[in-house]
């Protein structure tokens, strides 16, 4: 069974602080992903990594940025937190595998920003 | 401009019927589309995907039906169990080794009434 985890299931921070979310997965896939999930716009993407050292820009990227040192941790960093980033972040992995895209997501992370 | 769309925020159905979930798409470079049902508080978890190759994929009460023309997929689930009652997501790629993230539809948060 694929497993993805993370880091802290809930978490409260104040506006202007450094905050760290870490995503550890154990299946050896090369891609990993993070997400945000806010009511009535789905699921956004903030930043991906196809291997160890890169990333890559999602859909919503400003205020964010990650780091990818071992392939089994992909980390997000909010580096000046503030109230619009309360939301559910989500981290994902998958294989590279060219018959397949499935993506196989941790439990999140529900942070509110004060 | 939102390019994986679920028109249906909600949908009640009836324990033992079917109920059957919609999704519509503008990207034409998509490939591969992906359900995924969520829990509140929990991570999505996979249920069913197809590639642009074939029209329909089944997986015990689950099946995903493609119509590429009209840029349409939908799931089914026959018989719904109360358990069904989950928000479900649409997602679709275009496919390069996985590499990409999915984009995902705002989601139908289906209800199972006994």
């Known amino acids: 069974d694929v497993k993805v985890t993370q880091s802290s299931r809930y978490l409260v921070k104040r506006t202007g602080e450094k905050v760290f979310l870490e995503c550890v997965q154990d299946?050896?896939?090369?891609?990993m992903f993070w997400y945000r999930q806010d009511p009535g716009l789905g699921l956004r993407l903030i930043y991906f990594?196809?291997?160890?050292?890169?990333?890559e820009k999602g859909d919503i990227p400003e205020g964010y940025s990650v780091s990818r040192e071992k392939k089994e941790r992909f980390s997000l960093i909010l580096e000046s937190a503030s109230t619009n980033q309360t939301s559910m972040y989500l981290c994902?992995?998958?294989?590279?595998?060219?018959?397949?895209?499935?993506?196989?997501f941790g439990p999140g992370t529900r942070l509110t920003v004060l | 401009d939102q390019q994986v769309k679920q028109n249906s925020p909600s949908l009640s159905v009836q324990e033992g019927r079917i109920s059957i979930l919609n999704c519509d798409y503008t990207n034409s470079m998509f490939d591969y589309f992906l359900w995924y049902k969520k829990y509140p508080a929990e991570g999505p978890t996979f249920l069913i995907s197809i590639s642009s190759i074939k029209d329909k994929n089944e997986d015990g009460r689950f099946t995903v039906f493609l119509n590429k023309s009209a840029k349409h997929l939908s799931l089914h689930i026959v018989p719904s169990q109360p358990g069904d009652s989950a928000v479900y997501f649409c997602a679709a790629s275009a496919r390069g080794g996985g590499a990409d993230g999915l984009t995902f539809g705002k989601g139908t948060h289906l209800i199972i009434q006994p």
């Open positions: 990594s196809y291997d160890v050292k890169m990333k």
């Open positions: 299946m050896d896939h090369e891609n």
């Open positions: 994902a992995s998958s294989p590279r595998d060219r018959d397949s895209d499935t993506q196989y």
